[in-house]
C-alpha cells in the first residue's frame, strides 16, 4: 500500500519502494506446513476408525482457525506494509482494515542508525532506525532487504541538495562552510 503518484506533492518523485524482507512470512508458512501436517496425521492414523472422519475434520476446523490467526492474518500484514522513499519524505504504510502510516520530511532527519542481527545478516536485510528533530520517537523501519544499499541511497538523498553555503538552503541548520580563496 505505497504512496500513489496522487499523494506525492509538486516535483516530489518516489526513489525507492519498498516491501519488508520476505523472512517475516517464514513463521506463518512454517506454522501451515506444521498445520497440514497435523491434519494429516490424524487422517493417517485413525482413516481405520468408524469415527476417524469426525477427528479428522475436528482437527481440519481447528487448523483452519489457527490458520487464520497465525497464518493468513501476518501474510495480509507484511503484504499492505511499505516503506516509501522519496525526493522529500521517507515513508511507513501499513494496514489491512485500517491504513495506518507516518512520514519524516527529509528535511527533519538528524540521524540513520543502521541494525543487522546475525539472521539479518545472513538474509541481507536489517533495521534502519530514522530519527527526526522533533519530540516524536524516531521511526524504525523493520525488515528492510538489502538495508545497506538503501542506507546509502538515503544518505545521498539527504545531502544531494547540499549547495555548501549557510544561507539556509537545503538541509536547514547545516554548519558554516568555510570557503575556499581562489
Known amino acids: 500500500m505505497g504512496l500513489k503518484d496522487s499523494q506525492l506533492a509538486n516535483g516530489e518523485e518516489i526513489v525507492l519502494s519498498i516491501r519488508t524482507h520476505w523472512k517475516a512470512l517464514a513463521e506463518p508458512i512454517a506454522l501451515a506446513i506444521f498445520l497440514l501436517a497435523v491434519v494429516w496425521a490424524g487422517w493417517w492414523f485413525t482413516r481405520d476408525l468408524s469415527y476417524g472422519t469426525w477427528i479428522t475434520l475436528a482437527l481440519g476446523v481447528l487448523a483452519v482457525g489457527i490458520a487464520l490467526f497465525f497464518v493468513v492474518i501476518p501474510i495480509l500484514r507484511w503484504s499492505t506494509e ?93 554548519p558554516p562552510r568555510s570557503r575556499g580563496r581562489a
Open 82 to 174: 511499505r516503506y516509501t522513499i522519496t525526493t522529500r519524505r521517507i515513508s511507513h504504510r501499513t494496514g489491512i482494515l485500517t491504513k495506518v502510516g507516518r512520514d519524516i520530511p527529509l528535511h527533519r532527519v538528524n540521524d540513520i542508525g543502521i541494525e543487522k542481527g546475525l539472521l539479518d545478516r545472513i538474509l541481507g536485510c536489517g533495521t534502519l532506525t530514522v530519527s527526526d528533530a522533533t519530540d516524536k520517537a524516531g521511526m524504525d523501519l523493520h525488515d528492510v532487504p538489502g538495508v545497506e544499499a538503501v542506507h546509502v541511497q538515503l544518505q545521498n538523498l539527504l545531502y544531494s541538495r547540499d549547495d555548501g553555503s549557510d544561507d539556509g538552503e537545503w538541509p536547514p541548520n547545516e
